[in-house]
T-cell receptor, first 114, second 113 residues
Framework: ETGVTQTPRHLVMGMTNKKSLKCEQH?????MYWYKQSAKKPLELMFV???????ENNSVPSRFSPECPNSSHLFLHLHTLQPEDSALYLC?????????????FGSGTQLSVL | SQKIEQNSEALNIQEGKTATLTCNYT??????LQWYRQDPGRGPVFLLL?????KEKRKERLKVTFDTTLKQSLFHITASQPADSATYLC????????????FGTGTRLTVIP
């Protein structure tokens, strides 16, 4: 148990559906991240929130919409996805500014878009 | 363009031997480099961090080196065990101070009993 919980663990959705991924961290960290992991490709940093403010959006299509209502919760809203969006979506948290830069990851949501 | 390359996609070694994994990068000037372990169906787990002014770091059977001139890190597991079988990822920061990490594709290590 890393202290970062993601739900659901698995999700199958059609291209016209709207769904949301949820992440919660119990570590008191001030930064949260969304990463995408596809087969044979490196983890791709999608979004970063520091102190609830979005500080990074790495050219992610608008069909992915993040939300960070407080420093413990992070959502990824999905809308009109494509089959190539099927991947493992990982949430992570860290404490920025304390010289302790390691990331704590959740177990991920395995997403399949049909 | 920026690249992080890990030497091989898969590495098989005999139990008891030392596994050596390589991470090379281009067009980065990281303040630190990290190594993670990822098991199937799980998120990556942090193992070691080494800073740009450090040459070597050890933790139990793990050793990491960092050569900023060669732009390379080596990750060693000594006296390897079947339980060490996993995918190992290296990651670099982007020097913004925001702890944005960029990852290599990983090396899948299998330790054969």
């Amino acid at each position: 148990e890393t202290g970062v919980t993601q739900t659901p663990r698995h999700l199958v959705m059609g291209m016209t559906n709207k769904k949301s991924l949820k992440c919660e961290q119990h570590l008191g960290h001030n930064a949260m991240y969304w990463y995408k992991q596809s087969a044979k490709k490196p983890l791709e940093l999608m979004f970063v929130y520091n102190f609830k403010e979005q500080t990074e959006n790495n050219s992610v299509p608008s069909r992915f919409s993040p939300e960070c209502p407080n420093s413990s919760h992070l959502f990824l809203h999905l809308h009109t996805l494509q089959p190539e969006d099927s991947a493992l979506y990982l949430c992570a948290s860290s404490q920025v500014g304390t010289n302790n830069e390691k990331l704590f990851f959740g177990s991920g949501t395995q997403l399949s878009v049909l | 363009s920026q690249k992080i390359e890990q030497n091989s996609e898969a590495l098989n070694i005999q139990e008891g031997k030392t596994a050596t994994l390589t991470c090379n990068y281009t067009n980065y000037s990281p303040a630190y480099l990290q190594w993670y372990r990822q098991d199937p169906g799980r998120g990556p787990v942090f193992l070691l961090l080494i800073r740009e002014n450090e040459k070597e770091k050890r933790k139990e059977r793990l050793k990491v080196t960092f050569d900023t001139t060669l732009k390379q890190s080596l990750f060693h597991i000594t006296a390897s065990q079947p339980a060490d079988s996993a995918t190992y990822l290296c990651a670099l920061d982007d020097q913004t101070g925001a702890n944005n990490l960029f990852f290599g594709t990983g090396t899948r290590l299998t330790v054969i009993p």
